[in-house]
């Protein structure tokens, strides 16, 4: 009967660890569309690259970035050489290019 009840606390868990998960792939999935508008949108974008922690970003117009917002995101640094940024991420960038590539198909 002892196995039954560490049965159940292992489901619990696993449930648990589960809706964080979702939660944040949410979260995150929010995050990109906030990361894409403070670019200046879709159309602005004209392509982008990931390099380990860095998102590289060649833009139409860079006066429509709102570099304050990025930074507020959690970006830990924004290089700018011409119409080109590049947001220093971190950890995150892995996963910002798999979002951020469905995001632009749409």
């Known amino acids: 009967m002892e196995w039954i009840q560490y049965l159940v ?14 939660s944040r792939n949410k979260d995150f999935k929010i995050e990109v569309n906030k990361l894409v508008s403070n670019l200046g949108g879709k159309n602005n974008i004209i392509d982008y690259e990931f390099n380990k922690s860095r998102f590289v970003v060649n833009l139409v117009d860079v006066e429509k970035v709102n ?3 990025i930074q507020k ?34």
């Open 9 to 22: 606390i292992i489901a619990v868990a696993l449930i648990i660890a589960f809706a964080i998960t979702k």
């Open 67 to 69: 570099k304050e917002a």
């Open 73 to 106: 995101m959690g970006a830990q640094g924004i290089v700018e050489i011409d119409n080109q940024l590049k947001i220093i991420l971190g950890d995150g960038a892995k996963q910002l290019k798999k979002q951020i590539d469905d995001l632009m198909k749409k």
